[in-house]
């Protein structure tokens, strides 16, 4: 009996100190770059960049948007190359529209590209980009940290009004 303990010490101590355990990273995502800083059109595309890391198992959906003061608006490109118009995170969960975002099965660096969109307002100013992640059933999602290399610049041009005609005075002779 005396072996066996001293069996199973000498491997506790070989596990602890030769064979350290495998240390579980936990998963993270970030906004690595954002291209171009400045937007001048609604339908301009803009180019964010995410890392991934220990993504959990399964699929995830990924969505990037403009902050707007209470929401986030625009368009997101799918893997399907199709235009994706951002709801609000819980019109998201409820109505499983986090289906129709970017999907990541991976860790990785992705490009997703976003647009504002000609139907959606938004102030002229500098806004926050914000990405979610989605699990695969849309039950929950995570939102990205906001740093100030996070900003855009939305510049649009102001609509001026069309001059109105004024009457000339005619002339009676």
Known sequence: ????????????????????????????????????????????????????????????YFRVGIDNGTSSVGYIKNNGTNWVKLGTLNSDKENSQCANYFKISADGEYVLNIKIGDDNEIQNGDHAIKAYRFTSTCGSNTGSNETPSQLININLPTPTPAPTATPSPTLIP
């Open 1 to 60: 009996m005396k072996i066996v303990w001293v069996t199973v010490f000498l491997i506790c101590l070989v596990r602890v100190f030769v064979l350290p355990p495998k240390i579980l990273a936990a998963f993270s995502f970030s906004i690595k770059e954002i291209n171009p800083k400045i937007i001048d059109s609604k339908s301009q595309e803009i180019q964010v960049t995410i890392l991934v890391t220990s993504l959990p198992s399964g699929d995830s």
